[in-house]
T-cell receptor
Framework: GQNIDQPTEMTATEGAIVQINCTYQ??????LFWYQQHAGEAPTFLSY????GLEEKGRFSSFLSRSKGYSYLLLKELQMKDSASYLC??????????FGAGTTVTVRA | IAGITQAPTSQILAAGRRMTLRCTQD?????MYWYRQDLGLGLRLIHY???????GKGEVPDGYSVSRANTDDFPLTLASAVPSQTSVYFC?????????????FGPGTRLTVL
């Protein structure tokens, strides 16, 4: 089976930086996704990494190390609207994604 | 229609009843998926379809069935609902022809089985 681990909860202050880690053990690997999900809403795509290294997209960056089975999502200059769950998901080489349980980030003023 | 739609938005259902959750996409995506999301467990794949006419089982398929008669529609049926099927159900689709296979999600259906 697939095993994807991420912390359950994180809390940070507005304007700060938060790093959400994700480790995975999967039968195959064809890329890693990060999704954002606000309470009561659908997940929305944030980033995709298939090669090692850092992908930057505005205030959000995502890093991948395939040899270590590790990724992180970095959220900079936190805003109140960034309070949400962040889902790590691995494409195991088929059409399907395997999701972690999600990390709930709370941004405090 | 823009993207993926799901119906109903929410439903309260008596145990033992049959229920079909509807999902329609207008992006001409090849692949479609059904997930359930439960607190602390994340998104779990129920069934999927790589292309019209084919379906496959995901991680938690028992008690559910799907069909894919055409590209746009992917209904999920609970033949005889049980309380453990109380959950939020998300439909998703992806192009399926690119390496990234980004999935786009519908707004979800909140189902309560009593």
């Amino acid at each position: 089976g697939q095993n994807i681990d991420q912390p359950t909860e994180m809390t940070a202050t507005e304007g700060a930086i938060v790093q959400i880690n994700c480790t995975y053990q999967t039968s195959g690997f064809n890329g890693l996704f990060w999704y954002q999900q606000h309470a009561g809403e659908a997940p929305t795509f944030l980033s995709y990494n298939v090669l090692d290294g850092l992908e930057e997209k505005g205030r959000f960056s995502s890093f991948l190390s395939r040899s270590k089975g590790y990724s992180y999502l970095l959220l900079k200059e936190l805003q109140m609207k960034d309070s949400a769950s962040y889902l790590c998901a691995v494409n195991d080489g088929d059409y399907k994604l395997s999701f972690g349980a999600g990390t709930t980030v709370t941004v405090r003023a | 229609i823009a993207g993926i739609t799901q119906a109903p938005t929410s439903q309260i259902l008596a145990a033992g009843r049959r229920m079909t959750l509807r999902c329609t996409q207008d992006m001409r995506h090849n692949a479609m998926y059904w997930y359930r999301q439960d607190l602390g467990l994340g998104l779990r794949l129920i069934h999927y379809s790589n292309t019209a006419g084919t379906t496959g089982k995901g991680e938690v398929p028992d008690g559910y069935s799907v069909s894919r008669a055409n590209t746009d529609d992917f209904p999920l049926t609970l033949a005889s609902a049980v309380p453990s099927q109380t959950s939020v159900y998300f439909c998703a689709s992806s192009d399926g022809s690119t390496n990234s296979n980004e999935q786009f999600f519908g707004p979800g259906t909140r189902l309560t089985v009593l």
